[in-house]
Structure formats: structure tokens, C-alpha cells
């Protein structure tokens, strides 16, 4: 089975979102946990951006043992040499360099022809190399980065000293199909591509981020960038979780799996939300509350029967007690009468039928009926009789 090496940028990336702001300790803490998470490489931020950056870079880069830290570069030698400063302690460094490549940052952001692009994105590679064994190049907005033109600047990374390319589609502009097509273009045609590991990172702004990062693994991608609970820059980055139960879930289609503890997801998950104030949202897929929920009637019997019938993966693998059978007015007998053995509530069938009846009126009127409601219209029930 192919490994697919799992990036974080949760503490890069993800604290770009609006209104995240972690300090130094809640870095370190979320590092630690993506470390028992078994991430491969955790980029823990931006040097250059500011004092408390490049401090919460090295707490991170001196308190990780088990994966490689890694600090985000423009392609200038001051951030360069803030880079490096940010992972001394770090038992493996890797420097991250981007430089834009789309006609559209070409013209309007970085006012350069593309000659100067090659040459300052070479010229800052070399310059990282008297620091870094390990360099990742990013071609900024590759996804809308003429296709000719992005084999070129890969194959100078390469020529270099790049060890990963990474493409990112910066504005989740893509679908699959073009996604996939940059990753099968670039090794069908770039010369010593072979040498080095290819690497996505996509954004969610039409909802496609972890459709794009699974066709960049059907394409030959060896890295997929992301985040927990996919917290980012406007709608977000891939959400690490949904790609690696994906390729759990699906190893007959994908060949090919990450080496997470799948075990930590939640709780890595949960301790992200926390510190973020990022909510997840109900329905958000692996990790939301409702993620390994059940309410209807059919789907509550099917999963009393046999959980495979609603469940494609068990709450378990992710570290979650047990699935949920919420009671509400979709729900059906068979999960009340379990409900109420749950309860410890051992009742006849006539009693029992007269309490579901009076549930039934209650759902109606109520979103989620509690257990304490329930417990309500037992006491209720068993004083009228
Ligand atoms: O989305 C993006 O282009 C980035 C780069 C810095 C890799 O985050
Ligand atoms: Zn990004």
C-alpha cells in the first residue's frame, strides 16, 4: 500500500483564519497533539510574520520529537534567515518557500514577467540550501498557473535543490479532473520529477478541497496539505480527517494510506476547536456532532440490526465512544424500547406502547427530546397508572 505523507498547517494555514490567534503555549499543545496524531510534518507558522510567530515556530520545533517541523518562507532572504533562526532545536527542519506563478499575481501582486519568477524562486532556493537539507516549493496559485509554465518552474525547483513540490490551488478555483490532470501533467513530463515527492494543498471555496487533494493522490501525489476540522483563510483548507478516513475507509479504490492514528482524530479534533474558538458544525463529515448520529426511525432498526447498514466506518476508529441514536420524531419504537432499557427502565409492552405514544407528542413540539424528558413522561405514565 502507498503512503501518503500527512502535512499539517493547522498552526499556519489554519491560524490564518479570521479571528484565530494562538499563543505560544497553544501552539505547542495542538504541536503535541498532532505529534500523538502521527502527522509526518507539522509547519507550525510564519517566522517572518512577527516576533511571537518565530517564537511560537521554535517552542513548537523545540518541544516535537516525532515529526518535521517546518517554517514558511516568501522567497526573500530575510524570511529565509527568520526561517531558520525560528527552527533551531528542530530534530528535522524543513524550509517552506512560495513564490506566485499565476498570470494574474504575476501582473497585478508581484509586477514580474515570468523570467524574474524563475529566477527569484531559484535564487531563493540556493540560498536555502546553505541551511536546509529539506526544502518544499510552493508555486502559489499553481491552479491557475499556465500548465507549460508550471512544469517549468517544478523543474527548476528540482534543478535547484527542492525536495517537495507542493501545488497549491490558493483559492479552491479547481475540480478534480483539472486537480488531477496538474499531477499527472507534471510527472508525464518534468525532467528528475522522480526525485523529489509532489505534494497538494487545496482550499475550499467551492467545497471541492478534499475532492481535489483524494484525484492529487489518484495522480500520484505523495503529500496532501491540510488542516484539522479544515480551519483556513476564507472557506478553509482540506480537512486532514475527512482525507485520511477517506483513504481508510476506500483502500480497495485509493491503494494507499496514511499513517495516522486514526485513534486521536476526535480528541485532536475537540483540543483544535477549543483553542481556535472554531466551531464545528453539526454535519461536518467525520468530526461533527452528528457525524455518527441517528434520528429516523429506519435508520435507528437498521442500526440496532446491523451498524453497517447506516455506518460506513465505526465512531470507534476515530476515538469516539459509540455511535448516537438521538430521539426525535423520526424516531421509531425499536429505539425507545432500547432507549429505555439504556435507561435501566424494564416496562411492558402496554405501558411501554402508552409512553411512546405520549414521546411521540412531545417530538413533535420538541427538536431533541432529553433524557430528561423522557425520564419526565415515565414518572408521568407510571403515576397515572
Ligand atoms: O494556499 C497557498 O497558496 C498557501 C501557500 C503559502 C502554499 O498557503
Ligand atoms: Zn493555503
Known amino acids: 500500500m502507498r503512503k501518503i505523507y500527512i502535512f499539517d498547517t493547522t498552526l499556519r494555514d489554519g491560524e490564518q483564519s479570521p479571528g484565530v490567534n494562538l499563543n505560544m503555549q497553544e501552539k505547542v499543545e495542538i504541536a503535541l497533539q498532532l505529534e500523538k496524531l502521527g502527522v509526518d510534518r507539522i509547519e507550525a507558522g510564519f517566522p517572518a510574520a512577527s516576533p511571537g510567530d518565530l517564537a511560537g515556530v521554535n517552542a513548537v520545533a523545540r518541544a516535537v520529537k516525532n515529526a518535521s517541523i517546518i517554517g514558511l518562507a516568501r522567497s526573500r532572504e530575510q524570511d529565509i534567515d527568520a526561517v531558520h533562526e525560528a527552527l533551531k532545536g528542530a530534530q528535522d527542519p524543513c524550509i517552506h518557500l512560495f513564490l506566485a506563478t499565476s498570470p494574474i499575481h504575476r501582473k497585478h501582486k508581484l509586477r514580474m514577467e515570468k523570467e524574474q519568477v524563475l529566477a527569484t524562486a531559484e535564487a531563493a532556493i540556493r540560498y536555502a540550501k546553505k541551511y536546509f537539507d529539506k526544502i518544499e516549493f510552493s508555486p502559489e ?10 512544469c517549468e518552474v517544478t523543474a527548476m525547483a528540482i534543478r535547484a535543490g527542492a525536495t517537495v513540490v507542493n501545488i497549491p490551488d490558493t483559492v479552491g478555483y479547481l475540480n478534480p479532473s483539472e486537480f488531477g490532470n496538474i499531477f499527472k501533467t507534471l510527472k ?7 526525485k523529489i515527492q509532489l505534494s497538494a494543498h487545496c ?22 496539505e491540510g488542516t484539522i476540522n479544515g480551519i483556513g483563510e476564507r472557506a478553509g483548507n482540506t480537512s486532514l480527517e475527512e482525507v485520511v478516513m477517506a483513504l481508510e475507509t476506500r483502500q480497495d479504490f485509493f491503494q494507499a494510506k496514511s499513517s495516522l492514528v486514526l485513534g486521536e482524530i476526535a480528541r485532536t479534533s475537540r ?3 477549543k483553542l ?5 458544525p453539526g454535519n461536518k463529515a467525520i468530526v461533527g456532532a452528528n457525524a455518527f448520529a441517528h434520528e429516523s426511525g429506519i435508520h435507528q432498526d437498521g442500526m440496532l440490526k446491523e451498524k453497517t447498514t447506516y455506518e460506513i466506518m465505526s465512531p470507534e476508529t476515530i476515538g469516539l465512544k459509540d455511535s448516537k441514536l438521538v430521539l426525535g420524531k423520526h424516531s421509531g419504537r425499536h429505539a425507545f424500547r432500547e432507549k429505555l432499557v439504556d435507561m435501566g427502565y424494564d416496562m411492558n409492552d402496554e ?16 427538536k431533541n427530546v432529553t433524557d430528561e424528558d423522557i425520564r419526565a413522561l415515565i414518572e408521568e405514565k407510571l403515576i397515572e397508572t
Open 141 to 150: 496559485d499553481a491552479g491557475r498557473t499556465e500548465l507549460d509554465f508550471l
Open 188 to 194: 508525464e513530463n518534468v525532467v528528475g520529477i522522480e
Open 203 to 224: 482550499h475550499d471555496d467551492l467545497g471541492m478541497a478534499t475532492a481535489n487533494a483524494l484525484a492529487a493522490v489518484l495522480n500520484g501525489a505523495d503529500q496532501i
Open 271 to 273: 483540543l483544535v476547536s
Open 276 to 280: 481556535t474558538g472554531m466551531v464545528v
Open 351 to 366: 405501558l411501554l406502547n402508552a409512553t411512546f405514544a405520549k414521546f411521540k407528542d412531545l417530538a413533535d413540539k420538541k
